[in-house]
């Protein structure tokens, strides 16, 4: 056990990033994601939400302060479904780290590709719909 470190970021995802590097990407991706199919390392966080994964993700986690930071899935034009996980998203990161940016929208398709260079993808039990989030390594320096 170690102190200050979220309960729910494993042993394994930890070790994936502390091996990360500057400008290196991560995906939190929800229930629906096709994370295996996309991912080149794969972490399971079956029963979560994305919300607290970001959470617990930025506790640790530092943000891209040269570059755009945090990418969402944008949704499909004419897609009537209602996104107000955004806004928790918002809240979270803004609190999160001061290097967050605001979010940048990446079309689904476009999203996908991107995520499969990603260095790893996190899955979650998210049920919000377009609930996807990339996010850009940045570097420690203190």
């Known amino acids: 056990m170690l102190k200050n470190i979220p309960s729910l970021l494993s042993p394994e995802l930890l070790k ?14 929800d ?5 295996a199919s996309c991912a080149q390392r794969l972490v399971r966080l079956d029963g979560l939400g ?15 302060s040269y570059a ?15 996104t107000p996980i955004w806004k928790d998203y ?16 990446i079309e689904r398709f476009s999203f996908y590709e991107r995520s499969k260079k990603a260095y790893v ?3 979650t ?6 609930a996807n989030i990339i996010l850009k390594k940045g570097v420690v320096k203190e």
């Open 121 to 123: 993808i996190i899955a």
């Open 90 to 105: 918002e809240a979270i990161a803004s609190e999160g780290d001061p290097n967050y940016k605001g979010f940048t929208q």
């Open 68 to 82: 755009d930071n945090a990418f969402l899935m944008a949704k499909t034009p004419g897609d009537p479904v209602e």
């Open 125 to 130: 039990s998210e049920k919000a719909l377009y």
């Open 31 to 35: 229930g629906n994601y096709p994370a």
């Open 16 to 29: 994936i990033l502390m091996e990360m590097g500057h400008a290196d990407e991560l995906v939190i991706g």
């Open 50 to 64: 994305v919300p607290e994964v970001l959470k617990a993700i930025l506790k640790v986690f530092p943000l891209d």
